[in-house]
């Protein structure tokens, strides 16, 4: 079922200076950077690949996606008064998003919140509950040719 480690989501209190953390100590370069609303969320997807690479989605390119909350109301910020910076959750890659759900489903594992979203790329991304995960907020992500 999962294709891939799409990207590692890190709670931040500073995007600014955890992008700049990124930048400075492992090379990397920001690929999106959104403001989310809706969310609560400000938002930085990092590719992690060799500079010049040419992966496909499904080769697997990676992202370290930095998260920093916007209001206080959410899960990340509660992660973030509770637990600090640091790894909130993992995002895996998946050919058919649909058809792991269902599988998922059958064995009882729940989507938080109930339905599939939009990701950052306009992908669909979906969340599992951590406590189905051994503790571990998993995200899927509909892989595509990005
Ligand atoms: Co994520």
């Not at 990124?22 to 959104?34: D, P, S």
């Not at 064995?107 to 919140?113: D, E, Y």
């Amino acid at each position: 079922m999962l294709a891939s480690i799409d990207h590692v989501g890190i709670a931040c209190s500073d995007i600014d200076r955890s992008i700049h953390r990124y930048q400075m100590l492992f090379g990397l370069q920001v690929t999106k950077y959104e403001d989310r609303p809706v969310s609560g969320v400000l938002e930085a997807m990092l590719r992690v690949a060799p500079s010049g690479s040419e992966l496909t989605a499904l080769s697997g390119a990676s992202y370290v996606q930095l998260l920093q909350p916007t209001r206080s109301d959410t899960a990340l910020a509660q992660f973030l008064r509770e637990r600090g910076e640091g790894v909130q959750h993992i995002g895996y890659g998946v050919v058919d998003l649909q058809a792991a759900l269902r599988q998922l489903r059958r064995h009882g594992v729940n989507l938080v919140p109930d339905m599939p979203q939009h990701g950052i790329f306009g992908n669909s991304i979906a969340f599992l509950e951590a406590s189905s995960i051994g503790g571990v907020l998993t995200e899927l992500v509909q892989l595509d040719g990005r």
